[in-house]
């Protein structure tokens, strides 16, 4: 059997295969986000763990035998910095991908002359190096106590292993890679004021990174020794668990952020639009992807807001509204966290335009869904070429439990989009393939396993829904236009 561990922003994920390769069970325990100021987004590293050793309880208690687990794969939301000292400990909260505080610093980056070619990426301030940027400036006295800076899968493997291992995937998000090269650029380093020695040693994600010690076997219930392979960023992870290998395949995700991933034959840098140029986790490949900061924990927060009891009521009160109540709803721009593609704007804010007497909350809940796929429509025209040679695309992430919004994005697209099976947690099933992988499997075998896309289900464009969304898309665009102005920076 073959563990997947998925760190996810909401949630710490689970999940095992057989030796048939199948899906046997799954778990996940939720984790909460502390935003101390306005910008802040930070999680405790320990959380992650608390939450993980709980996750692997409730698959012992589905009755899964999991010191039979042969591997251990990752997977992980991206960019977020754990600082550890010389001794190993954590000198702070992680400071998360959807942290808005370095601004500034990204500003400074980009003033650097030889930074874009160097990074092929902007910089802006989900990534990791403006962060440690940010950290000399404003808590000196941590940066100077930073001997390693890992990544937050990176982390638990580092706490279940002592290794300091990244993979190219995850490490691309740093803006401290060679992406082409695959390998740490001291230059890029150096703009940060970090040195090569703390940062992790580099694997491909499918490569074994550490052996499981017997103390972090105990606390997970897993047999002391076992292999932990590379593993990558959600995002690449994902790749490989909607079955996506090949030059061109790609997904759309609905996570807390929202992203459209294309695999490429060669590092092809398109930062014009914010576009996200990484290494993939497979060796020899690598990814273009637009990124949403909030797409899913959008809908989370027009849940709360709005009253609904859960996500799931949310989306029934929004499929029971009649397509003219949806076309007479409010606009919404999804820019919670401002925006990495394609504005590429850390200051941009929410914003419901056309509120009415006698709307109801569920039209302002159709809003925020038709926002977030607004600006995922933005982020696939931003692809460009690149998108377009990826016919029909895996649909992945918790969003993708939501059959009405299947539909709505694919018409929205104008593409259809299929639901691999376990497309809901495909990044934990990535993970467990990439674990398979470090024991043995082609990326070919893992990624045609059963369980991906021979028993989908597909969404198709529908053209009368399309009709009336483009209208409203054009709208959304001008809003955004004619805003852009009012963005100013907020107080961090
Ligand atoms: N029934 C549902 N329909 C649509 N979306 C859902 C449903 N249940 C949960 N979600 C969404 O799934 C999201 C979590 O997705 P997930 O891929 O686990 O995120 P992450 O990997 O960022 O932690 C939640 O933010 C929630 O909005
Ligand atoms: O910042 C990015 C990618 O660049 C995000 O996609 C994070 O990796 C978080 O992912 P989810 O928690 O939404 O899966």
């Given at each position: 059997m073959f563990l997947g561990i998925d760190a996810g922003t909401s949630s710490i994920k689970v999940l095992v295969l057989d030796d048939a390769h199948r899906v046997v069970a799954s778990a996940d325990t939720p984790?909460?986000?502390?935003?101390?100021?306005?910008l802040w987004s930070e999680q405790h590293p320990e959380d992650w763990w608390t939450a993980l050793t709980l996750a692997m309880q409730r698959l012992r208690d589905q009755g899964v035998d999991t010191r039979a687990i042969q591997a251990v794969g990752y997977s992980g939301q991206m960019h977020g910095a754990v600082l550890l000292?010389?001794?190993?400990?954590?000198?702070r909260p992680a400071i998360l991908w959807n942290d808005g505080r370095s601004g500034a610093a990204c500003e400074a980056l980009m003033r650097q002359p030889s930074f874009l070619a160097a990074s092929g990426n902007l910089a802006m301030p989900g990534f990791t190096a403006p962060k440690l940027m940010w950290l000399r400036e404003q808590e000196p006295d941590v940066f100077a106590r930073?001997?390693?800076?890992?990544?937050?899968?990176?982390?638990?493997?580092w706490r279940m292993s002592g290794e300091r291992v990244s993979d190219m995937s995850d490490a691309s998000g740093t803006l401290w890679l060679d992406i082409a090269r695959r390998a740490w650029s001291d230059d890029l380093l150096q703009m940060s004021g970090l040195r090569r020695e703390q940062m992790p040693r580099?694997?491909?994600?499918?490569?074994?990174?550490?052996?499981?010690?017997?103390?972090?076997?105990?606390?997970?219930?897993?047999?002391?020794?076992?292999?932990?392979?590379?593993?990558?960023?959600?995002?690449?992870?994902?790749?490989?668990?909607?079955?996506?290998?090949?030059?061109?395949?790609?997904?759309?995700?609905?996570?807390?952020?929202?992203?459209?991933?294309?695999?490429?034959?060669?590092?092809q840098p398109n930062p014009a639009q914010g576009l996200h140029a990484f290494a993939h986790a497979l060796p020899g490949l690598w990814h273009g992807m637009s990124v949403m900061l909030s797409a899913a924990s959008a809908i989370d927060w027009a849940q709360r807001t709005l009253g609904f009891a859960s996500v799931a009521a949310l989306f029934a009160?929004?499929?029971?509204?009649?397509?003219?109540?949806?076309d007479e709803s409010p606009l919404f721009l999804p820019y919670l966290s401002g925006e990495r593609t394609p504005h590429n704007n850390p200051h941009a804010s929410a914003v419901w335009m056309g509120l009415r007497h006698g709307q109801s909350n569920a039209q302002m809940a159709y809003a925020v869904v038709e926002g977030v796929s607004f600006g995922l429509m933005d982020g696939a025209s931003a692809m460009g070429a690149t998108f377009d040679?990826?016919?029909?695309?895996?649909?992945?992430?918790?969003?993708?439990r939501s059959a009405f919004w299947a539909t709505l994005l694919a018409s929205g697209l104008d593409r259809p989009l299929f639901l691999p099976e376990h497309g809901d947690v495909g990044a934990a099933l990535g993970a467990a393939r990439l674990a398979w992988m470090a024991l043995g499997a082609t990326p070919q075998e893992a990624c045609a396993a059963p369980g991906a896309a021979d028993s989908a289900r597909r969404f198709a464009p529908q053209a009368a829904?399309?009709?009336?969304?483009?209208?409203?898309?054009?709208?959304?665009?001008?809003?955004?236009?004619?805003?852009?102005?009012?963005?100013?920076?907020?107080?961090?």
């Open positions: 984790l909460e986000l502390q935003r101390p100021h306005p000292d010389a001794a190993g400990g954590v000198l930073v001997a390693t800076v890992l990544l937050p899968k990176d982390w638990l493997r580099l694997v491909e994600g499918n490569a074994v990174a550490g052996q499981l010690t017997p103390k972090a076997a105990q606390e997970l219930g897993l047999t002391a020794g076992i292999p932990l392979a590379g593993g990558a960023g959600d995002n690449a992870a994902s790749a490989v668990g909607v079955g996506a290998s090949r030059v061109g395949e790609g997904f759309v995700s609905l996570g807390t952020s929202g992203v459209i991933f294309c695999i490429s034959a060669a590092h009160a929004v499929e029971a509204l009649s397509p003219a109540q949806q040679a990826a016919r029909e695309l895996a649909l992945t992430g918790g969003g993708s829904l399309r009709e009336r969304l483009l209208p409203r898309h054009q709208r959304h665009q001008r809003l955004y236009r004619a805003l852009r102005e009012e963005f100013v920076p907020a107080a961090d």
